[in-house]
């Protein structure tokens, strides 16, 4: 079993900068992929990136693309969502996955909310 647990959700203002993170325990040897998606009140869940945990490839939303990024440890097992020039739609509750491949998000974390006020 693999354990997600994701933190640094908060509330900024618009154009502000977020960074979270998500820490994978567990039989990680498992995940090739990590990814973050966010879901917004009403809204159906979207994937924001994700980054293939050997070689590093990335892949990220149009709605995200030139503002997020994100990154690995992965002596830490750990994966990051640098989010800069946020904006109000960006509001949503954030979740780390990961899987052994594209779609088959087999682990979940608990969420972190991120909040962008206008």
């Known amino acids: 079993q693999v354990q997600l647990v994701e933190s640094g959700g908060g509330s900024v203002q618009a154009g502000g900068s977020l960074r979270l993170s998500c820490a994978a325990y567990?039989?990680?040897?498992?995940?090739?992929?990590m990814a973050w998606f966010r879901q917004a009140p009403g809204k159906e869940r979207e994937g924001v990136a994700h980054i293939y945990t050997v070689g590093g490839g990335t892949l990220y939303a149009d709605s995200v693309k030139g503002r997020f990024t994100i990154s690995q440890d992965n002596a830490k097992n750990t994966v990051y969502l640098q989010m800069d020039s946020l904006k109000p739609e960006d509001t949503a509750m954030y979740y780390c996955a990961a899987g052994p491949n594209y779609g088959l998000w087999n682990y979940w974390g608990q969420g972190t909310q991120v909040t962008v006020s206008s």
């Open positions: 567990g039989y990680t040897y498992s995940i090739n992929l």
